[in-house]
């Protein structure tokens, strides 16, 4: 059985992720791909990414896998409308995966291992699947170490609540600085770590930015995971909202997410 999912599918999870390309989430990656490559995209969400790295590779086949059977039907129904040939979407287990041994060039996961009780036991997995010579790409978060201006009360308690619903959910939210450790943990002995951060502070990011967080404050799993597991009232979840609509609309909003990154071989 899948992990539960801290921030669930809702429509102001989606937009985030919808939102998220090879270019902005991925870089570290591209130089690594070429024509021809094999790619695996494990908790590929509504498949943007996996498009983008199909595009890449180009012939080289991609496949998008994600727990959830309906965000796979929805990155189906955008790889039929983008024409694209060389994609395919389907539900598997990150634990278990569904592929034969050393069956892929490449195996990614972006924001996947943070949300994961066993991540170990998944770079494992991932290990399996990948060709001798080739190479596993992790990219995650590190949200303890996000930082915002101006220091508002309600974005203080925002983090507070956060980290307690992810922590109560599973996975561990500080997965950034984690990811080297664990990568070395399942076995991997050629390891390149890097670094790469997401800032949203003009007036657009931070209308999306602060738009999202305020709609998801209010009406997604993460909602629900709060006040059902008794973090934090409605009340709180209202303020956390409030708050991130007061800072979309003031000049000097300004908010920084720090990303671990790795690249393993071996």
Known sequence: MPDAYTHGHHESVLRSHRWRTAENSAAYLLPELAPGLDVLDVGAGPGTITLDLAARVAPGRVRGVDASAGVVAQADADRVASGAENVEFAVDDAYSLSSPDDAWDVVHAHQVLQHLGRPVDALREFRRVVRPGG??????????????????????????????????????????????????????????????????????????????????????????????????????????????????????GWVLLPHGEILARG
């Open 135 to 252: 190479v596993v790409a992790a990219r995650d978060v590190d949200y303890e170490g996000v930082i915002w201006w101006p220091l508002l009360p309600g974005l203080a308690e925002w983090l507070e609540v956060y980290l307690a619903a992810h922590h109560a959910t599973s996975g561990e939210p500080a997965a950034g600085r984690r990811l080297k450790a664990w990568v070395h943990e399942a076995g991997f002995d050629d390891v390149r770590s890097t670094a790469s951060v997401w800032l949203f502070e003009t007036p657009e990011d931070r209308a999306w930015w602060g738009g999202m967080w305020a709609d998801r404050a209010l009406h997604s799993a993460f909602a629900e995971t709060v006040v059902g597991r008794g973090i934090a009232d409605r009340a709180a979840l209202e303020r956390i909202s409030a708050a991130w609509r007061e800072w979309a609309e003031h000049p000097d």
